[in-house]
C-alpha cells in the first residue's frame, strides 16, 4: 500500500508562485506519477505527469509553460512548481500514482491518490 500526502497549497494572488508537494510513503515503486486537479462544480481534469527517472514530462495544455512537474526518487517526492498562476487556476489538485510505469492522462491509469491540497488564486 502506498500512501500519497500532498502539502504546499494555499492561497496566492494572480501571477504569483507555488510550489506543491507529494510525499510518498509505504512501497515505493519505478511507476509513473502524474498531477490533477478539480475545480468546484467541475470534473477532476489532468495536469501532468512524470516518468520514474524524469526524463520525461507531459502537460495539460492550459499549464504548458508554466507548470513543471519533477521527482526526487531519493525523497519519494513529487513536486509541482506553479509559476503565473491565475483565478481559474484555483482547485483542489491531487498527485497519483501510475499503476505502471507508463505515463497517461487518464484518470482510470492511476491507481493510488493523495487527499488533495487546495490552490486559490485570486485576482
Known amino acids: 500500500q502506498v500512501q500519497l500526502v500532498e502539502s504546499g497549497g494555499g492561497l496566492v494572488q494572480a501571477g504569483g508562485s507555488l510550489r506543491l508537494s507529494c510525499a510518498a510513503s509505504?512501497?515505493?515503486?519505478?511507476?509513473?506519477m502524474g498531477w490533477f486537479r478539480q475545480a468546484p462544480g467541475k470534473d477532476r481534469e489532468f495536469v501532468a505527469t512524470?516518468?520514474?527517472?524524469?526524463?520525461?514530462?507531459y502537460y495539460a495544455d492550459f499549464v504548458k509553460g508554466r507548470f513543471t512537474i519533477s521527482r526526487d526518487n531519493a525523497k519519494n517526492t513529487v513536486y509541482l512548481q506553479m509559476n503565473s498562476l491565475k483565478p481559474e487556476d484555483t482547485a483542489v489538485y491531487y498527485c497519483?500514482?501510475?499503476?505502471?510505469?507508463?505515463?497517461?492522462?487518464?484518470?482510470?491509469?492511476?491507481?493510488?491518490w493523495g487527499q488533495g491540497t487546495q490552490v486559490t488564486v485570486s485576482s
Open positions: 497519483a500514482e501510475a499503476r505502471s510505469t507508463i505515463q497517461t492522462t487518464r484518470e482510470v491509469g492511476y491507481i493510488y
Open positions: 512524470i516518468n520514474w527517472s524524469g526524463s520525461n514530462t
Open positions: 509505504g512501497r515505493t515503486s519505478s511507476r509513473a
